[in-house]
């Protein structure tokens, strides 16, 4: 008689979000792992800038982020290739003129990437402006960023949704602007140089936005998890699959 047991089988959930942390991975393409390689000189770069250079990143990413979530619903569709679209031109725009021009081009950045996680989200079967989808969508910008130095993705999103006031928005843009604008601080360095900038803001502008994009499909796809199987367990399990294994020293 064979006493061979069955193999074990992994759970729904368990391929669920091992598919969704091999995506997040990935999220990161070439052109952002070139950033990452290229972030000394870039951070250079950044510091070699006019003083206060970094606060008003700061300052006008937080105003970006206010208006683009003001207007959110209002904004028009672009479909599926528009945003991308849009998002290189943009970027070439604002390359093409040096820091003046790729300062300008922030705000427009900014509110093109949010519409892109709006869409995620009705993607997703949500009501792009319920207030907790609204909020979530804010969110996916202090969820993860790019940059090799970031302490990896934030799990801790997987909240109780509850209708925003108006303080709670301004608490959360305020805690994420400083997140978003160290990201788009290197993109506008990368920019700084004219004509080269041009080339680079619309490669970068391309990357950002699919970065972005990916990481709104993750994080919108893990909260239908919650919803089936529970927050604090799937959080557990997207934690474990997407942080490298410790080292344990005898």
Request: glycine share 10%.
């Amino acid at each position: 008689m064979d006493q061979t047991l069955p193999a074990v089988r992994p759970t729904d959930l368990s391929v669920d979000i091992a598919l969704l942390a091999a995506r997040y991975k990935r999220a990161n393409g070439p052109v952002m792992q070139l950033v990452n390689r290229l972030g000394g000189s870039l951070e250079g770069q950044l510091s070699a800038l006019p003083a206060g250079f970094r606060g008003q990143i700061e300052r006008m990413t937080a105003q970006a982020l206010e208006t683009s979530y003001g207007i959110a619903g209002r904004a028009p569709d672009l479909g599926e290739r528009g945003p991308m679209v849009a998002a290189i031109a943009t970027g070439a725009a604002g390359g093409v003129g040096g820091l003046a021009t790729a300062i300008a081009e922030l705000p427009i950045t900014v509110t093109l990437f949010l519409n892109t996680i709006r869409a995620v989200a009705v993607e997703h079967g949500h009501d792009p402006d319920a207030p907790w989808v609204r909020a979530e969508c804010l969110q996916v910008f202090g969820a993860g960023s790019p940059l090799a130095q970031d302490d990896g993705v934030n799990t801790s999103f997987l909240t109780a949704r509850l209708a925003l006031t108006g303080s709670a928005v301004q608490n959360l843009i305020t805690t994420i602007a400083p997140k978003l604008a160290a990201v788009l601080g290197q993109k506008l360095a990368a920019q700084a140089v004219p004509v080269i900038g041009a080339v680079s803001g619309a490669t970068l502008n391309a990357a950002f936005l699919n970065y972005y994009r990916e990481v709104a499909r993750v994080r919108f796809a893990l909260l239908k998890l919650a919803d089936q199987h529970g927050a604090e367990l799937v959080l557990e399990e997207f934690r474990l699959a997407v942080e490298p294994p410790r080292i344990i020293k005898a």
